[in-house]
């Protein structure tokens, strides 16, 4: 077919298309308004819009015969007589085959690589039946995170997914049970150690702590006079003694004590301040709430691991007469724990009767401010002097 002819019957065909859009278009006007088309004729005998449709009828065989006779532009021409094949309507495809076959992790399909590898790992149907073998390796090396041995799962179906390794050498097998074994091994070789540092320091520390209150000297023959065995098990006691005694709160009993009979020892009343009213008084006569301050770690390990040392220093200062150095540090310790546990006694009053005369306040939209302390006022008031001195220094010059 010459590329003249091909010009011309493309553009009978676009011509035919005008018309048919040209007619149809004519066709609903003359539904609508009841009219006769102005392209049919305008019969008389002839009801509204009737000879519209024939003309339309004529037009559409005229264009399936055109179709038919015309040669296939796109298909590469036609036989030796002339006679085209018709156009070629592109079937209607739905959404989702079921021979398809859909990747549930990169979306991919059969069409879009042709050479990758399907798998089924699990019960699943649909959509999320099928995966690319190399997708899914991947998602399962981001759910092992390195542990090989680590079992995976589907997350819809939750089935084990059955994964067979290649058949290694006698080496690698080896060194994978040496691997396991180490790696179950490892945490009660770790534990081991951690205990084992930490007893040999409590050793450690039960000696220096021994040479601190007897002395040095008393202190390294009494323990070269000792038993070994003696030693290893008695040294590490004395810092564990110390911190189970620190954990004791003997002052939290004798303030129950002092508030509980604070009404029939007068003495108690000028040691420890209470509050004036009634409800009060009974108040404070209760059990003692929760205390406020939480147990710390820390702060006992601390306490605990530094009592022998303010012992000897306390001791010392305070009983030189004494010439025993045990009992200067045994002294020093009665005395240090003595005057610590009034002071957090009375600290714990002051804090609970400033608890119980505590008061909540309306509502205001300028609440008030806080009571300005002895030195807050002090200051205040040197503050607002000084101005004053400054003008009538003004003034008199003036």
């Not at 305008?42 to 037009?59: D, E, F, I, K, V």
């Not at 015969?65 to 592109?90: H, L, Q």
């Not at 691997?179 to 081991?192: E, K, N, Q």
């Not at 929760?290 to 147990?295: Q, R």
């Amino acid at each position: 077919m010459n590329p003249s002819e091909c010009g011309s019957e493309e553009k009978e065909k676009v011509e035919l298309q005008e018309y048919i859009m040209s007619s149809l278009r004519d066709l609903t006007d003359t539904r609508s308004s009841g009219a006769p088309s102005p392209r049919s004729g305008g019969g008389q005998g002839q009801p509204n819009g009737g000879s519209s449709m024939p003309s339309l009828a004529s037009a559409i065989s005229n264009s399936s015969s055109t179709a038919n006779s015309a040669g296939d532009v796109r298909g590469g021409g036609g036989d030796n007589n002339g006679t085209g094949t018709s156009v070629p309507i592109p079937p209607v495809v739905d959404h989702y085959d079921e021979n398809k076959r859909y990747c549930w992790v990169c979306f991919a399909t059969d069409e879009d690589d042709e050479t990758a590898k399907w798998v089924k790992p699990c019960r699943c149907r649909g959509t999320t039946k099928w995966v690319h073998q190399a997708c899914i390796k991947r998602w399962i090396d981001e759910k092992q995170k390195g542990n090989t041995a680590a079992k995976v799962a589907c997350p819809q179906c939750n089935t084990e997914y059955y994964i067979l390794y290649p058949r290694q050498g006698l080496l690698v097998i080896i060194m994978d049970s040496v691997d396991a074994l180490i790696s179950r091994v490892c945490p009660f070789v770790a534990a081991g150690i951690v205990v084992g540092s930490i007893y040999w320091t409590a050793v450690t520390y039960g000696a220096i702590s021994t040479m601190q209150i007897l002395g040095h000297k008393e202190g390294l023959s009494l323990m070269e006079q000792a038993d070994p065995l003696v030693l290893l098990v008695g040294l590490p006691t004395i810092p564990v003694m110390l911190i189970l005694g620190k954990m004791i709160r003997w002052e939290d009993q004798v303030l129950r004590f002092v508030r509980k009979h604070s009404g029939k020892l007068p003495l108690f009343r000028h040691i420890l301040p209470s509050s004036s009213t009634p409800s009060m008084i009974e108040r404070v006569s209760q059990d003692l709430p929760p205390l406020s301050d939480p147990v710390s770690a820390t702060r006992i390990l601390c306490g605990a691991l530094l009592l022998p040392t303010v012992a000897t220093v306390l001791g010392k200062c305070l009983f030189e007469n004494v010439r025993s150095n045990f009992r200067r540090a045994f002294l020093g310790g009665v005395v240090f724990i003595t005057i610590k546990g009034v002071l957090r006694i009375y600290h714990k009053q002051q804090q609970h009767i400033r608890q119980l005369e505590r008061k909540i306040l309306d509502f205001s939209d300028h609440p008030p401010q806080p009571e300005p302390s002895a030195t807050t006022a002090t200051n205040t008031t040197t503050r607002a002097s000084r101005p004053s001195s400054s003008s009538g220094t003004g003034s008199s010059r003036h």
